[in-house]
C-alpha cells in the first residue's frame, strides 16, 4: 500500500482519491478502481450496519471490517476510522483502540474526528507510530451538540477555528486533513496553508483530494447527503436482478435445464 509518506507528498501535485469500504469484495473492487485510500469509515455504522447515526459503531466491528477490508487490499492505504468515544475519553485507553487497528486489523493508519480534544493525542500516536488522519468541519459523531448534519466553519469565527485546529493537527504529526461540509472557500484557503493534503467532502474542488461513501458514489443509497453525486446506478441494478430472480423461480424459469444435472444411474429408479 502507498505509504503515509506518499500520501503526504501528494499534496499541491496530484489529486488523492479517497473511498470508503467496509467488506472484502467491496474493497477488491475499489482497489481495482485504482483508489490511494480505503476508509472503513464509521458511516458503516448508517451504510451498512442498519444504526440510524455512526455513534452506536463498536471498536471490535469497526477492527472487524477493517480486517476484511486489509485481507482483500493491496495497494491501498487502508485507514480506520475510529468509532465514538473510542478515544478521546482518556489517552491511554485511545491509544489502544487506535493502535489495535495497525496491530490486529491491518489499518496503515487511522482517523480520527478531530478537535481541541485530538491535538495531544495525535502527537502521541505519531510518535507510537500510529499514522493519523485528521477530520474537521463537520464531524458526526458530534452530531446531537451540532443540531444536525449541517454545514460548518460558515462564520469568520469559526472558519478562523478550523484553520488553526488543521494547523495544529498538522503540527501534531497528522499526514493528511479530511474536510467536511464547509464552505469552498474557506477549504481552498486550508488547502494553501497546509503542507499535508486536503481530502474534501461536500468541501469544494480545490482540497487536495476526495472522499465519498462508497454507497453513495455508486447509487446505493437510499437517501445520499446533498453534496454527494452517484457515478452509477447499482441500486436499480440490484432491484432489476433481484425481481428478476423472484419472477424466474415463481415462473419456473430458473432453475433450468443447464442448472440441473439428472444422474443416469437413477434413471430406473426415479
Ligand atoms: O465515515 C466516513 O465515511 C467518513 C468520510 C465520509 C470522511 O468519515
Ligand atoms: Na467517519
Known amino acids: 500500500m502507498p505509504s503515509v509518506t506518499a500520501i503526504r507528498s501528494m499534496a499541491g501535485s496530484e489529486s488523492v482519491t479517497m ?3 467496509y467488506d472484502a469484495p467491496t474493497a477488491r473492487l475499489v482497489e481495482e478502481a485504482g483508489i490511494d485510500i ?3 469509515g464509521d458511516s458503516m455504522g448508517n451504510a451498512a450496519l442498519g444504526y440510524e447515526s455512526t455513534l452506536p459503531v463498536t471498536v ?14 493491496e495497494e491501498a492505504l487502508v485507514v480506520a ?17 487506535c493502535g489495535r487497528m495497525l496491530k490486529e486489523a491491518g489499518a496503515g493508519a487511522v482517523k480520527l474526528e478531530s478537535g481541541p480534544h485530538t491535538v495531544d493525542l495525535t502527537e502521541r500516536l505519531v510518535q507510537l507510530g500510529i499514522p493519523v488522519m485528521a477530520h474537521l ?3 458526526p459523531q458530534r452530531v446531537n451538540e451540532l443540531g444536525g448534519y449541517t454545514r460548518q466553519g460558515t462564520t469568520e469565527k469559526a472558519a478562523e477555528e478550523i484553520l488553526d485546529l488543521a494547523h495544529a493537527h498538522e503540527d501534531a504529526g497528522a499526514f493528511s486533513l479530511v474536510l467536511e461540509h464547509v464552505p469552498a472557500n474557506l477549504a481552498a484557503h486550508v488547502t494553501d496553508e ?3 493534503p486536503t481530502i474534501g ?19 446505493l443509497s437510499e437517501s445520499p447527503p446533498p453534496f454527494a453525486t452517484a457515478f452509477g446506478n447499482v441500486r436499480e441494478e440490484l432491484q432489476h436482478a433481484l425481481d428478476g430472480y423472484v419472477e424466474a423461480v415463481e415462473s419456473g424459469t430458473f432453475p433450468a435445464e443447464e442448472h440441473s444435472h439428472v444422474e443416469d444411474a437413477l434413471d430406473e429408479l426415479y
Request: charged content about 20%.
Open 38 to 40: 480505503i476508509l472503513v
Open 60 to 73: 471490535d466491528e469497526m477492527a472487524s471490517h477493517t480486517e476484511a477490508v486489509a485481507r482483500a487490499t
Open 137 to 139: 468541519g463537520l464531524t
Open 201 to 219: 467532502i461536500g468541501a469544494g474542488p480545490d482540497c487536495d483530494g476526495q472522499v465519498l461513501v462508497f454507497h453513495d458514489a455508486v447509487g
Open 81 to 97: 476510522d475510529m468509532p465514538f468515544l473510542s478515544f478521546g475519553v482518556e489517552q491511554a485507553e485511545s491509544v489502544r483502540n
Open 194 to 196: 497546509l503542507d499535508i
Open 19 to 21: 473511498l470508503t469500504a
